[in-house]
């Protein structure tokens, strides 16, 4: 008979936000993400109350390992509070989410708005306790061991790999199959052979989405456009502070005239960062905004919709994707093949009549996989 194992979306599951899944392999009680989300201007956190009224966990004492996929705040916005109170918990994630963490959850806090002194000391401790871990590192614990990929998306995402009684496991966080700005997508090893995929399935529910991989290039060439030909100055409103470094990188690539490109403070703390942990971004058009003031017409790339300098902006809102449409979810899971996929990280469906990646599976006879769209606050046996 194989061991149990335990699953339960605290958050981000049938939604986007929040993401937090407990898993219990054996005697070790596992957070996969702990973010935050944002719905009509208000925060939510991951539900705790439920796992500690199952009968598996009576207080977050008895965590014993979270695991980080990357640096976004739907995936670790809660972090340092959740470690607080749990102070039994061992932290893993790469070194790169670790220094993109440190921003989220502390610069962008203490650093850049005034906070109170003793959170902010607090808060900086946490830090010291999270441990780095490298792709293709193995972890052994009591009753399972870990290994860890690279997930491509963002700079530092890492995929998680367990093997317990046999079985191997794989939590994807979010990912990406073709190479994003900064990664060369997803690296995993062929012979995997997965038995259960916990993945983050933005868009498992939107058959008629398609992702242009082109999107990107577009947004870039619209701006140029505006900059070259009209001569004027364009502000670029970028909402995600990582997604404009993205834009960033990809202005830099295509900036054949040589526009002055002007950065806010925000994203260039991060774009520091990264620079710090070897990854180039900047080059010699690139200055931030307030240090040195454009005297010609320039690309000023913002996250912050307030921050605006004196003088006549054209402004566009740039946005693209760095998750997987549909069908390169479903090349994904045919790929792998794993017997049973829990998909979470899950938008609602733009219609009714959509159909999910399950019945797009199901009428492919080559996958044996089964699926289990998991419900926040639902215990799964797997
Ligand atoms: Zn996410
Ligand atoms: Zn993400």
Redesign the pocket.
Known sequence: MPKEIIFMPLG?GQR?GA?CYYLKLGENNILLDV?TGRENGITFVPNFRTLLMSPYVESLGQINQIYISHA?T??VGYLTQLMKEAPNADVYMTDITRLLCEYQLYDKRYLLKRGNENHRLDTLSVFDKITEVSYMKKLKFSSYGSTFFSAGHIPGAMMTFFRYDRRNILYT??YSIDPTPFTEGCVLPNNLNIDTLIM?G?HARHPNYRKRSDKLFHEVRKVFDFARRKNISVLCYIPQLSKGIEFIKMLNRYNDCQVPIYIDRSIMNVVYKMERLAIPVLNEHNRMMGTDFPTRSHIYVTSDITSRPPGVYTTLNIDFSLHEDFPQMKKFIKQLNPRQAVVV?CARPYRDSDITLEQEIIADGECRTQFIFAQENEIYKL
């Open positions: 981000g986007v993401s973010g976004h739907d995936h966080g979010d983050c933005l990280h």
